[in-house]
Every structure is written in C-alpha cells, then in structure tokens.
C-alpha cells in the first residue's frame, strides 16, 4: 500500500464549470502522474510531477493544469470543464529510483461532465 | 512514439483453464510492468521484467520478458474467479522522469 488518496472518488458537474481532483500520497515520493482511462485507449498521461513545482506535460495534457506546491499533494484541475473530459482519473506515484521504477496507483476519481 | 499492443482484447475461460495474455512493444522493452485492475478500481501492481529472457512468478502468475525484448507474456495456470478482471502492461518510455505507456488492456472473464 503507497499510501495514496484521491478525491472525491466520484464528481458529477456541468460543461464550462472549473474542476479540481486532488492527489495525495503520506510517503513523499518525488514523482507523481495524473492518468485519465476510457475505453479503448487504456490509461494515458496528462500530466506529471519530479519534485515541488517541477511539472511538465503528458501525451493528453489540453485543457488540464497541475500543481504541486507540497510534496504530499498533486492537483488536477480542469479550467472548464467539457463532455470530452469525462473519465476515469488516476493518479500514481513511482519509488525514488529513476528510470526503471513501477507505479503504484490511486482508487481513482469518476469524473462526468454533463 | 512507443506503442504497446495487447492480446487479446478479451477473454472468457471455464475455471481451472490455462490462458495467456501477450503484449508486443513497437520498440525494445526497458521495462515492463503487468498490472491488474478490477471493475471501479485502481491498478495493482503484478510484477516488473527488465532483463531479456526474464520470467518472474506469484501464485499461479508467471510473467515473462523474450530475449529481444519486445514481447511479453502473462499466463495464468489454473484460472480462478479470483483472477477475473483487466490486465494492462505498461512499459518505461526512458528518461529520468519513470513516465509509462500503457496497452489498451486484456478483460479476463473466468467462468465457474
């Protein structure tokens, strides 16, 4: 068990509204991943952490933002929401050794957007 | 740009059958990772295969990594009900940064 937490663990909200999901892991591991899953596309990254404000974009990264002002803490946050973003997201963290580490994932937040 | 590809998509088979689950890389394998998922559930990690040749093993899961290192395997001996659900390979993209690709996955489906 990594210890990681997301929340909330299902969202339901309107296009055009801002949407936040929080990540949140107790072992201060340096690299955290945002992932969305849909059907047919398996899980691909949107965006990615390696330190406190260290972040950089994933092969999914449009119309999401990221923040990681505390080592425990990795933000998703959907400017404006669209029917598009609907998804399964996860957020993971790897051990501290680079390069060839696995990831260990979170329960996932449901996100639908009507 | 890397790409895994799994096989197959899905799978039914009666309890207590063997099956096997591929996945081919379109580039040399640094790392690969099987996962499992449940309906509704996160990912739990199964085992990682670096080296060519590689086979590691947990209950009745074996894994294994060819020599040229762009083909993967997972097969299950004796299926269970308990071994029901998604299974996704994911593979290090290189880099310092641990970022994965992901297979579109493989749903098991175990019959009693």
């Known amino acids: 068990d990594a210890g990681i937490t997301q929340s909330p663990r299902h969202k339901v909200t309107e296009t055009g509204t801002p949407v936040t999901l929080r990540c949140h892991q107790t072992?201060?591991?340096?690299?955290m991943y945002w992932y969305r899953q849909d059907p047919g596309h398996g899980l691909r990254l949107i965006h990615y952490s390696y330190g406190v404000k260290d972040t950089d974009k994933g092969e999914v990264s449009d119309g999401y933002s990221v923040s990681r002002s505390k080592t425990e803490d990795f933000l998703l946050t959907l400017e404006s929401a669209t029917s598009s973003q609907t998804s399964v997201y996860f957020c993971a963290i790897s051990l501290d050794r680079v390069e060839i580490s696995e990831q260990f994932f979170g329960p996932g937040t449901r996100l639908t957007v009507l | 740009s890397q790409e895994l590809e799994q096989s197959p998509q899905s799978l039914i088979v009666q309890e207590g059958k063997n099956l096997t689950i591929n996945c081919t890389s379109s580039?040399?394998?640094?790392?690969l990772y099987w996962y499992k998922q449940k309906y509704g559930e996160g990912l739990i990690f199964l085992m990682m295969?670096?080296?060519?040749?590689e086979e590691k093993s947990h209950e009745k899961i074996t894994a294994k990594l060819d020599e040229k290192k762009q083909q993967s395997s997972l097969h299950i001996t004796a299926s269970q009900p308990s071994h029901a659900g998604i299974y996704l390979c994911g593979a290090n993209t290189g880099g310092a940064t641990n970022k994965l690709i992901f297979g579109t996955g493989t749903l098991l489906a175990v019959q009693p």
């Open positions: 072992e201060n591991h340096r690299y």
């Open positions: 580039k040399t394998l640094y790392g």
């Open positions: 295969l670096q080296k060519g040749g």
